[in-house]
């Protein structure tokens, strides 16, 4: 990173609004690449007058919309073949039905969230278009997320100027609480799922009351 950096520091700016959208485009595809700090780092090149805060903000999430739709497409005419190949270990083929039934339910919200939910990014946008998601909706809430989150990186490497660096230990920190909250809702919401379907009863008794 720290090499990447100082290079894009000596390129033409037009060149460096390419980085920031290529990076924010390959992290949905080839996850975890570091787009996030390269998005702090280009802030601060704002501080240093290198680049302007609205080209780097509207690149950088046309590059995160653009690599969500490529993953979107991917889960909408491969999803199923990919899962039934045994490719995603950590989805059972069973479970598939399930996935796709949350995600009709709560997919839109979780789209507006999912620049917020580091190491989820690909996943959600995979899903998206397995469950057939509306794709124009899709694409305008996406962008939106990614706008609100790029938005922060930006202004943060801004005000950091060259202590840009400082903030990799606290998105690090961040990304962990992120991961450890969506897995123990995830994992809540199976228990619940699973409890239903074992015990339709009680789960219709507690309904009523």
């Not at 995603?88 to 999912?114: C, D, S």
């Not at 190491?119 to 997320?145: H, Q």
Request: charged share 15%.
């Amino acid at each position: 990173m720290e090499e990447i950096v100082q290079q894009l520091s000596t390129w033409n700016p037009l060149w460096i609004y390419a980085a920031i959208a290529v990076f924010c485009f390959v992290e949905n595809l080839v996850p975890p690449a570091p787009s996030d700090m390269l998005v702090v780092a280009c802030g601060s090149f704002i501080g240093f007058g290198s680049v302007d805060f609205i080209p780097a903000l509207l690149l950088a999430s046309a590059g995160s919309t653009a690599g969500f739709a490529v993953m979107y497409g991917i889960g909408r005419w491969f999803g199923r073949r990919i899962i039934e190949a045994g490719k995603l270990r950590f989805i059972p083929v069973a479970r598939v039905h399930t996935v796709e039934m949350w995600f009709q339910k709560y997919g839109y919200a979780v789209i507006v969230a999912n620049r917020f939910l580091s190491g989820t990014r690909a996943v959600v946008s995979f899903f998206a278009g397995m469950s057939e998601l509306s794709l124009p909706k899709t694409m305008i809430l996406s962008f939106v997320s990614a706008t609100a989150w790029n938005a922060i990186l930006l202004y943060a490497g801004k005000e950091l100027g060259e202590n840009w660096r400082d903030i990799s230990e606290i998105l690090m920190i961040y990304s962990r609480a992120i991961t450890s909250i969506v897995i123990l809702t995830l994992l809540f919401a199976l228990g619940r799922y699973l409890y239903k379907k074992r015990h339709p009863v009680d789960s219709q008794n507690q309904g009523n009351a």
